[in-house]
């Protein structure tokens, strides 16, 4: 993804379906993330880690590799790339996380904070609901 500016982030996108973020069963107490979702948080880390190694280069590379989509003076940066990972439902067995579950997830979620964004397709359309409101429809 590319946003306004020409920087360039990460996207990975898996398939919205329930038990992808959570593992059902317990770690003393805690609830740990399923193979899928740390999987695709494997993924990401190694996708901008590869990104910000290949420094100017890369962006020569990606700037003409898609010239023809870009406005024409916009250039690819590579400046401190993020990752935004969709995954999987708030649900875990068939219900609605519990209140424990959402906190481990949060924790989760702000532990890789400064490099990605993992959001759950639910939360998804709360954003996208959230933003309709505010614009007034």
Do not use: C
């Given at each position: 993804m590319?946003?306004?500016?020409?920087?360039?982030?990460?996207?990975?996108?898996?398939?919205?379906?329930?038990?992808?973020?959570?593992?059902?069963?317990?770690?003393?107490?805690?609830?740990?993330?399923?193979?899928?979702?740390?999987?695709?948080?494997?993924?990401?880390?190694?996708?901008l880690?590869?990104?910000?190694?290949?420094?100017?280069?890369?962006?020569e590379?990606?700037?003409?590799?898609?010239?023809?989509?870009?406005?024409k003076?916009?250039?690819?940066?590579?400046?401190?790339?993020?990752?935004?990972?969709?995954?999987?439902?708030?649900?875990?067995?068939?219900?609605?996380?519990?209140?424990?579950?959402?906190?481990?997830?949060?924790?989760?979620?702000?532990?890789?904070?400064?490099?990605?964004?993992?959001?759950?397709?639910?939360?998804l359309l709360?954003?996208?609901?959230?933003?309709?409101?505010?614009?007034?429809?």
């Amino acid at each position: 993804m590319v946003d306004a500016n020409g920087n360039l982030d990460v996207i990975e996108i898996k398939k919205p379906f329930d038990d992808k973020i959570l593992r059902k069963s317990l770690y003393r107490d805690n609830s740990i993330p399923t193979s899928e979702l740390s999987g695709s948080i494997m993924q990401a880390e190694k996708y901008l880690f590869h990104l910000s190694k290949w420094g100017v280069k890369g962006e020569e590379t990606l700037t003409k590799k898609y010239a023809a989509e870009l406005p024409k003076s916009m250039k690819i940066r590579i400046s401190n790339p993020k990752a935004i990972i969709i995954v999987g439902r708030d649900q875990i067995g068939g219900a609605e996380m519990s209140g424990s579950q959402l906190l481990d997830f949060e924790i989760i979620k702000r532990k890789y904070a400064n490099m990605m964004d993992i959001i759950t397709y639910d939360d998804l359309l709360r954003r996208l609901n959230n933003t309709i409101v505010a614009l007034g429809g």
